[in-house]
């Protein structure tokens, strides 16, 4: 107060008062009264007289001083007043009194400053007594609360009706008059006020009572609004709303409902701004708490039926369950409390009021307040109103009328919305609000998408500006998020409406598939978790689809059906979720629910579609079974699901080729399955290896035979479907691009795909990507027209260079343009010249294939090197490439198969008396359609093919330029056009064996047949191992039909004559001139194409055995693949099956537990190849042994070791000089081969049989039996021929015995033998055969002396073959002056030992020294393989090359076909040969052994019998005749005992192929050149005894430690070996 004090009065003021204080107080007082405020004047007056309390003035002083300060302003005595009443409650409190006295003294003094009045207001009672202006204090107080009482509590206007009736009573008259005339508001207001002041009638009660009657008239807005609005002039601004306020507390009882008339009202005032929402929402109940604890109980109610519907409940539990429910239902029945603010709401949307209905419901948690059926309702009425004149525009179905809906009368309510943008700013927002309730009003459903669907009509339109494409682009987005966020919601809650989902889906069609999804997807994945009722349809939806698919059977699909129908119109993507995760579990639910989505609507098929991506597309399952060698049986499943349902119904199919598409560019290859069954399905078109030959024999006519002959099922009815496939792929651009992924997944699928997966694997989705290539490439060839096709499929050097497509793939895909292009072309020259004429025909067919081939031939030219064309020409390489079965050949049997089928179906149809008459009329009619069909295809085809035939005529002469060699162009023909287009597809293989038929009849120059055979059938392990399990059952439909025609030419000499003997196919002499056909010298005869077709087939057996025992998976499977295949024509010899069968045998025993399949197919092949065992003959049937006298088997043919061994020395050299050309560069490449050979090739080596070569003394480890025969039907030169070709131990039977058989002891084998002998010594000789024997001695001793000179030279050419590789040309050269110079002498020495061996001498042994040899290997025969001078006449061919060419410098192999194998099978053969019966035989031997310690023992043994052997041959004429007559018995006899029993032990097996042939190779080349000195002078004797010896003993014991290598076996075989060895020394 102090501080306070000297502030506004300063202490020197007081002291100098008199002088100059109360002056400048004065002043101050009245510069503060120049102010408004009072407040600095109260502040000076308080201190002033403060002063006087404490006494520092006096107060006469300042009674005198406010006397003046009173005048400055009017209401300076109130202000006094309130200091006076400040101090009097201060000093009343003051224990001093002598301030209270001083205050009082003061206020006595300025008693004439203010009145009585202002001092009894503001002083206390007790103040005013003792001032005395009260007479007593207590009656003061007790005359004032009666006058507060008077004033306040007593009613002065009448707030009750009884109070004041009749005011009241004539108010209500004034207000519910007939309001329709000229009564205004104004004038009512008027009326009111009169009657309020005549009647005292409480205002508040009077605007109370307006609005009770403006609730019971609520037309007239119109006059209420402006009424009040001035009514509430008067009132204070908050009276309305407490007003209103109190109204709805009154209806907040437990049972009490709030009129709809209070809502509207409050509403209207709500709507004109007359009350504040957030003054009125306070009073409403529920509260907001209340309300969101309510909407979470909603959701963890809706979770709770979730959790009970997916649980199991037993039947015990379940009614407990049920009563409980009962219960909480009937507790539910009590009615909640109104929520006030809902109604509130409701009202404000049906008047319009969309501002503060928005406000509201943003105060809730989101679609809670459309949740209730009333709010939805009246906001989609108002929807409706707004969307009016829109929709009447642009949304109203052609020819419908509709109901119109009238505008809301209100002027302060939206307006209508008259385009998309309006409809876009008001119309979409409010459709938010309302979510998944719009399904309350199916009407404004069907106006909403009607609506969205005229929008996308415009959308879609062109023409549009730049600003309008902008607002169009946002209108579709806000479109999308409508029907994410509205319609599709909407339609879960809808109860299975179809119509509502086919109008959806008439929008929805206008949309891209991608959006389609997505928003399925966001329907599917998120929706149903967004709101409680969702939650609730979506788990009913999934237990009513368990209900469903439980009792679904292929007898129940109609009513099933129409049950998942009803369930699918609103929940589809639950629906299907569930069934496809059924089909997935169970693959026999696929018909059934195929059969029982037929009542679906358009809308649920694309959904489908959908799931069936998703399902596909889904993460977290594996596309592999656990084994990792098997697609999943869910994907499987799926695939063939969808072939299914999207044949059957009309699904869009952009989406899952886009998928499929989308999978290969990310190099996954598993989800082709589903492009190759809709293919499948939808197309007709089926890919299966397992056709037989009929199907595939129908493949090759065309369209109508294919459909008819040439698939498993009869595939109806898909001239729609595939019309849909087509339209999918053109118009998504999918055609081409689908076919380029696939072609370059094939290659993906290994190097990148297959990365750690199983070979198994791998091969599945090579054959899968493969396979679907194939079907959808024919797919597009027959369903596409010209037109498409050439503008999509571009040239064949794009292809391959650009796109990097595969060759084989590139001209699959071009094949069906050249063929449609050359087709219109020639209709096109047909129609500009009339001419019937054939010749004309055929010259504009040939003219149009010029056209449209020209630019084929130069493009091809870039696909690859220009050596290439050296050999071929590109005309011939396109034309094979482009020509197909259906050029080459009409399937004649298939069109009368199927026409013969169709006439006995008609009888049938006759005969079948149920039949009503107009279905058998139809049928009949379908069949004759069908028939004429049929027969006008065949004609069609046959002059089609007459044409190409001409054309090829015409072609065949530039095809083969031969510019190096024909064996490169046999290499080149066989590389580029038939093993890739073999293994493409069965049809590709038939054509393959069909062309090289065809160039062969068409006798094309330069193209060698017996070359290209015999190098398909000789080496085929390399290709079978690198095959898959298709490419190999292609592979073997490829040797089966080769295998067919060279059959057809074996059996019969007139047909081999016929359609072989004349031909430039079969020429034995290899030039690279044309075809002289005059020599009928140069032909190969037919008795020796026999023995070349028996070596063919040894071939295969080499190759399938040694297949077979590799333990690989894939060697196995596909040579068990391939032999099933060619089981027609191989084997047919009978020692072969054995062989085979052994092995198989062996097979299916070890590998039942570890590999089923393997096991499976072993079985297999095992059962059909015994079934065809009657169909073998024993070898002598199959080719005879002995080769006709005049003429050879031409060494150009024979192409290897052994062959020519009878001819005289003129027919030598002639045949010597014919095969310079062909064999000197296969001798080249296989060098080259061999250097770059696999492990897999050595084992091919040594399976195959050793041939003999160098000398005329050599002679095979053939059996007795093939001996006997050839002493029987040979005598001299062709005999000598024969004996060079035996085959030597290692054949695939050995082998086999080796496992399964046992040795016979050889005492017993001796004494057969000897038997043997005894019978033969009977027989007489005839006066030819003693004549042929003499000549045979002659020229033997003359043979002797050239022996020496042809081993000595084989030996350097060895050596300098291991030492000088690079140099190999010149040595070549050089080898061949030197064979030149000594052919008419007989063994000429080659390019090897081996190459050498081709030219054997001419020079016969005698008869004696062949009985001799005879005795002496039938003791080896424990260890001699069956064979046979066929097997010598088929190692004899090109795959052994071994005479020299000048050419050879030009020849280089590409192919990987015809690696190693030949090389180390002629070292090997020639080793075993050596081994037997010549000088250089013992190094060989010695190179086997190793163990010098039995070389030196087996040599001491041959001196020893010595003597023995020149007796023998004493003894040989006696013999010779003998054995004549004795061979059919014991040859039978001897092939039994080799075939059963003889070579039966482990160590009669192969050599290892583990060992490398070149480090073979040299150690035999090192060893013979050794050992060369001491053998020249030992010559012929130490050969004799060297065969019976060392040569059997050694060769055995040799394969023995190679296999043991192989196999790890344990070391008690070779003991056993020993033993057995010297058991047989010591017998011998």
């Excluded at 520092?56 to 001083?65: E, G, I, M, R």
């Excluded at 999509?792 to 260079?801: K, Q, T």
């Excluded at 190692?1435 to 060419?1445: D, E, R, T």
Aim: glycine share 4%; with cysteine; hydrophobic share 30%.
């Amino acid at each position: 107060m102090a501080a306070a004090t000297g502030m506004a009065l300063p202490a020197e003021w007081i002291k100098t008062w008199e002088k100059s204080g109360k002056g400048e107080f004065l002043q101050l007082c009245r510069n503060l009264c120049e102010d408004t405020a009072v407040r600095g004047i109260q502040q000076a007056l308080y201190e002033l007289a403060y002063h006087v309390v404490k006494g520092n003035l006096k107060h006469d002083q300042a009674c005198n001083v406010l006397n003046y300060v009173i005048e400055y302003r009017d209401d300076m005595p109130s202000i006094l007043a309130d200091v006076f009443c400040i101090l009097d409650i201060e000093t009343s409190c003051l224990e001093e009194k002598s301030k209270r006295d001083q205050f009082m003294q003061l206020v006595l003094a300025c008693l004439y400053l203010v009145s009585d009045t202002i001092l009894k207001e503001r002083l206390d009672p007790d103040t005013l007594e003792s001032l005395g202006l009260i007479k007593q204090s207590q009656q003061f107080n007790q005359k004032s609360v009666k006058i507060k009482t008077k004033l306040f509590y007593k009613q002065q206007k009448f707030n009750l009706l009884r109070e004041e009736n009749e005011g009241y009573a004539k108010l209500i008259a004034e207000l519910g008059q007939d309001l329709s005339g000229s009564i205004t508001s104004e004038l009512i207001l008027e009326n009111i006020k009169s009657l309020i002041g005549c009647f005292n009638l409480d205002p508040n009660r009077v605007l109370d009572i307006i609005l009770e009657v403006y609730e019971c008239r609520p037309e007239y807005d119109e006059f209420f609004v402006p009424l009040i609005e001035s009514y509430m002039y008067m009132c204070e601004p908050q009276t309305l709303c407490h007003i209103l306020g109190f109204k709805f507390k009154f209806y907040q009882e437990p049972n009490g409902e709030t009129p709809v008339s209070l809502y509207r009202v409050a509403a209207v005032l709500l709507q004109h701004n007359l009350i504040d929402l957030e003054d009125l929402y306070v009073h409403l109940l529920p509260g907001d708490n209340a309300i969101l604890e309510d909407h979470k109980r909603e959701i963890g109610e809706a979770k709770q039926i979730v959790r009970k519907l997916t649980m199991v409940v037993l039947s015990s539990e379940k009614t407990e369950e049920k009563e409980k429910e009962k219960e909480k239902e009937e507790e539910k029945t009590e009615k909640p409390p109104d929520n006030q603010k809902l109604g509130l709401l409701e009202a404000m949307l049906k008047i319009g009021d969309w501002q503060h209905a928005q406000s509201i419901m943003d105060q809730m948690p989101p679609f809670y307040a459309t949740s209730h059926k009333s709010i939805a309702v009246a906001l989609c009425q108002l929807l409706h109103v707004m969307i009016e004149p829109l929709y009447r525009r642009v949304g109203v179905p052609k020819g419908a009328k509709g109901t119109p809906v009238p505008a809301l009368q209100n002027k302060r309510a939206l307006k209508q919305v008259e385009n998309f943008e309006d409809l876009r700013k008001e119309v979409f927002n409010m459709l938010c609000y309302l979510g998944p309730h719009l399904s309350h009003d199916p009407i404004l459903f069907a106006k909403v998408v009607r609506l969205g669907k005229a929008f996308m009509k415009e959308y879609q339109s062109d023409g549009n500006k730049q600003d309008d494409k902008e607002k169009m682009e946002l209108l579709f987005s806000c479109l999308l998020s409508i029907t994410d966020q509205v319609l599709l919601p909407s339609l879960s809650l809808m109860d299975c409406n179809a119509c509502m989902s086919e109008e959806l889906w008439g929008m929805f069609k206008t949309f891209p598939y991608q959006y389609r999804y997505r928003l399925y997807g966001q329907w599917k994945n998120d929706t149903y978790n967004s709101h409680p009722l969702l939650v609730k349809v979506k788990a009913q939806t999934i237990d009513r689809a368990k209900y469903i698919m439980k009792r679904l059977t292929k007898e129940n699909v109609k009513p099933s059906g129409r049950q998942i129908g009803k369930l699918s119109h609103s929940n589809p993507t639950i629906l299907f979720d569930y069934i496809l995760s059924q089909i997935q579990k169970y693959d026999n639910l696929i018909t059934p629910v195929v059969d029982s989505l037929k009542y679906l609507t358009s809308l649920n098929y694309d959904v489908l579609a959908y799931c069936i991506i998703e399902a596909l597309a889904n993460p977290e399952k594996e596309r592999m079974k656990h084994d990792d060698t098997t697609i999943s049986s869910w994907l499987q499943s799926l695939a063939s699901f969808c072939g299914a349902v999207f044949r059957k119904y009309p699904i869009e199919l952009a989406g899952l080729l886009q998928y499929v598409a989308n999978q290969l560019k990310a190099g996954k290859s598993f989800d082709l399955l589903i492009l190759k069954e809709v293919v499948q399905k939808m197309a007709g078109i089926e890919i299966t290896e397992e056709m037989t030959m009929e199907q595939l024999e129908a493949m090759t006519g065309g369209e109508q035979l294919k459909a008819e002959g040439g698939y498993f099922g009869q595939i109806r009815n898909t001239k729609k479907s595939s019309q849909r496939l087509k339209d999918a792929l053109l118009d998504h651009d999918l055609a081409l691009p689908l076919c380029l992924l696939m072609a370059q997944q094939r290659n993906g699928v290994i190097f990148q795909e297959g990365g750690e997966k199983h070979l198994k694997l791998v091969g599945k989705l090579y054959d899968q990507c493969h396979d679907t290539l194939v079907q959808f490439g024919g797919f597009l060839a027959s369903n596409l027209s010209t037109e498409d096709y050439i503008k999509r499929v571009p040239s064949i050097d794009v292809l391959c260079n650009e796109f990097h497509t595969p060759h084989d793939a590139a001209f699959f895909l071009s094949r069906p343009m050249y063929a449609h292009h050359i087709s219109s072309k020639y209709d096109e020259l047909k129609k500009a010249e009339k001419g019937n004429k054939q010749q004309q025909k055929v010259h504009k067919y040939i003219t149009s294939c010029e056209l449209v081939m020209a630019p084929v031939h130069d493009a091809v030219i870039s696909l690859h090197l220009p050596k290439v064309w050296d050999d071929i020409s590109p005309q011939f390489y396109a034309t094979f490439w482009s020509l197909t079965m259906y050029d080459l050949a009409v399937p004649h049997t298939s069109y009368e198969r199927e026409v013969n089928k169709l006439r006995v179906q008609m009888k049938a149809i006759d005969d079948n008396q149920e039949m009503p008459p107009n279905k058998k009329k139809k049928e009949k009619e379908r069949c004759t359609a069908l028939q004429d069909k049929l027969l006008e295809e065949e004609k069609k085809q046959s002059e089609h093919v007459q044409r190409v035939l001409q054309r090829l005529k015409l072609e065949k002469d530039n095809w083969l330029l031969a510019k190096s060699t024909k064996n490169e162009t046999i290499t080149k023909f066989l590389q580029l056009c038939i093993f890739p287009r073999c293994i493409f597809s069965a049809i590709d293989a038939v054509y393959c064996a069909r062309f090289v038929e065809l160039v062969h009849q068409q006798k094309t120059p330069n193209f060698s047949t017996l070359l290209c055979y015999d190098r398909v059938f000789s080496d085929i392990i390399y290709t079978v191992a690198s095959c898959t399990e298709n490419e190999a059952s292609r592979y073997g439909r490829f040797l089966c039909c080769m295998l067919e025609t060279v059959t057809r030419w074996h059996s019969d000499r007139t047909i081999y004559e016929k359609e072989c003997g004349n031909y430039p196919g079969f020429l034995t002499i290899l030039r690279a001139t044309g075809f002289d056909g005059g020599n009928k010298a140069d032909q190969l005869d037919y008795e020796n194409f026999r023995h070349v077709v028996h070596k063919w087939h040894y071939k295969l057996t080499k190759a399938s055995v040694h297949c077979l025992e590799t333990g690989e998976y894939t060697h196995i499977r596909n040579i068990l693949i391939v032999l099933t295949k060619i089981l027609p024509w191989y084997p047919k010899v009978v020692n072969l099956g054995q062989a085979l069968e052994r092995r198989v045998h062996k097979i299916y025993q070890e590998e039942k537990e570890k590999r089923p399949d393997l096991y499976a197919l072993a079985m297999g092949y095992s059962g059909q190849l015994k079934s065809r065992k009657h169909c073998m003959v024993p070898e002598n049937d199959f080719h005879h042994k002995d080769a006709p006298t005049g003429n050879a088997v031409p060494k150009a043919v024979q192409n290897g070791p052994g062959g020519g061994a009878g001819l005289p020395p003129s027919s030598l050299t002639i045949n010597a000089a014919k095969l310079e050309e062909s064999t000197a560069e296969e001798t080249d490449k296989l060098k080259e081969k061999s250097q770059g050979a696999v492990k897999v090739i050595n084992k091919a080596a040594n399976t195959t049989p050793k041939v003999t070569t160098s000398n005329g003394n050599s002679s095979s480890n053939s059996s007795k039996v093939v001996k006997e025969k050839e002493d029987k039907e040979k005598c001299g030169k062709e005999k000598e021929k024969e004996k060079k070709e035996k085959v030597p131990t290692a054949t695939p039977e050995a082998k086999m015995l080796g496992k399964d058989g046992k040795e016979k002891p050889k005492e017993e084998r001796t004494n057969k033998e000897d038997k043997a002998r005894d019978t033969k010594e009977k027989t007489p000789k005839s006066d030819k055969e003693k004549e042929k024997a003499k000549r045979d001695e002659k020229l033997l001793k003359d043979e002797k002396s050239k022996i020496i000179v042809t081993n000595t030279e084989s030996k350097t050419t060895i050596e300098k073959e291991r030492e000088k590789e690079p140099s190999r040309e010149r040595d070549v050269m050089k080898d061949m002056k030197t064979k030149e110079n000594i052919r008419g002498g007989g063994g000429g020495g080659g390019e090897k030992a081996q190459v050498a061996g081709s030219l054997k001498s001419p020079v016969p042994r005698s008869d004696a020294s062949d009985c001799e040899r005879e005795q002496k290997r039938r003791k080896v025969d424990s260890h001699c393989s069956p064979s046979h001078s066929s097997t010598v006449k088929g190692l004899a061919l090109l795959a052994q090359v071994p005479v020299v060419s000048e050419n050879c410098a030009s020849s280089r192999l590409i192919s990987i076909h015809f690696q190693q194998d030949n090389l180390s099978e002629l070292k090997e053969s020639s080793a075993k040969h050596y081994v037997n019966h010549s000088v250089p035989t013992l190094s060989k031997s010695k190179e086997r052994e190793v163990d010098k310690k039995d070389l030196d023992k087996s040599r001491e043994r041959s001196r020893e019998r010595e003597k023995k052997e020149e007796k023998e041959r004493k003894d040989r004429k006696r013999d010779h005749s003998n054995s004549d007559r004795e061979v059919p018995q014991d040859s039978m006899k001897r092939r039994k005992e080799e075939n059963g029993t003889t070579g039966s032990s482990k160590h009669s097996k192969s050599v290892s192929p583990s060992d490398s042939p070149r480090s073979n190779e040299k150690e035999k080349e090192k060893n013979k050149s050794k050992s060369s000195s001491k053998e020249k002078g030992d010559s012929i004797k130490v050969e004799k005894m060297e065969k019976s010896s060392s040569g059997s003993k050694k060769e055995s014991r040799h394969d023995k430690e190679k296999s043991e290598k192989k196999e790890k076996r344990d070391s008690t075989g070779g003991k056993e070996e020993k033993k057995h060895h010297k058991s047989s020394d010591k017998h011998r």
